[in-house]
């Protein structure tokens, strides 16, 4: 059975910084892209950053130069560096693994997911 962990959201105030974690088991880490996404009240799921089984990272504009996308193959374990946070980075961040990659990661192309963990930004 798969299981996706996220941990290490919390409350920051602007200009702060988090470090996400998140693990995951019953599945072949190595062959798995994994990528974060977030939901905010009242707004669709978007995707924040990805990483494929080889490293190669995208990011989305929004988070670009702030967040840094890594991974430890050897823990199974993903995190995102957050730095110079903004209130509009207040979300439900999830994690998410994936066995597609492409250019521009969708949901669609990841089949398995965290329950979440909560990001708030205070201005």
């Known amino acids: 059975q798969v299981q996706v962990v996220e941990s290490g959201g919390g409350l920051v105030q602007a200009g702060g910084s988090l470090r996400l974690s998140c693990t995951a088991s019953g599945l072949t880490f190595d062959d798995y892209a994994m990528g974060w996404f977030r939901q905010a009240p009242g707004k669709e799921r978007e995707g924040v950053s990805f990483?494929?089984?080889?490293?190669?990272?995208y990011y989305a504009d929004s988070v670009k130069g702030r967040f840094t996308i890594s991974r430890d193959n050897a823990k199974n374990t993903m995190y995102l560096q957050m730095n110079s946070l903004k209130p509009e980075d207040t979300a439900m961040y999830y994690c998410?693994?994936?066995?597609?990659?492409?250019?521009?990661?969708?949901?669609?192309?990841?089949?398995?997911w965290g329950q979440g963990t909560q990001v708030t930004v205070s201005s």
């Open positions: 998410a693994a994936g066995s597609a990659w492409r250019a521009r990661p969708i949901e669609a192309d990841f089949g398995h």
């Open positions: 990483i494929s089984w080889g490293a190669r990272t």
